[in-house]
């Protein structure tokens, strides 16, 4: 169940434009997934964040093992490239770190959750309980300073790009075709396939000539 599970996850996120993913050995419990980040308001816009998924054999009851392959300064990431995230936690609640049943990983998580919710912890960094203690005190005290550590690892990143892989942007990526006005006058005697309605045959007589009123109140007469 999980290696059909998992296909046609991974199916359906090589579409996406903000990841590119493939496997590892084709082998379907081993992905390397990179993270684009198209948020232009983003600190980390432009980085291509290259990360390795590894799955267990009874996915998606347990989660996945997330982690960058080129670690990043950042408050609740390890100095290895893992994750302190509560969704990658084994599910159930957690009396000692108080996280909610909700707030961890379920069998109803998926692969997509996982990395928007990894995107969404690159800007939104928890600074209580840091993985990083260094990089938690540098956001909290010298944001500045925080911030060019963030561009050097977003420069970095991009040495991890794949040849012939295009890079997309916030534009390229939610660029909207223009709709075409395709209407034509010849649409509208589409109608007259299906015939006219009743009142437009009762204008006009056998012989094709438009009925007036005392023609009508004849009519009426005669059918009297």
Known sequence: MAEKILMNEYKALAKETWTNISLINENIFEWNAALVVLNPDSAYYGGYFQAKLTFPRNYPFEPPDFRFTRPLWHPNIYPDGRLCISILHQPGEDMMSGELAGERWSPVQRVESVLISVLSLLDDAEVSSPANVDAGVMLRKDPEAYKEKVKLDREASKQDIPAGFEMPTHESAFKKEEKVDTF????????????GSDSDEDMFDNDGGEVTDGEEGEAEEDED
């Open 184 to 195: 034509s006058w010849s649409d509208s005697e589409a109608e007259d396939d299906f015939g």
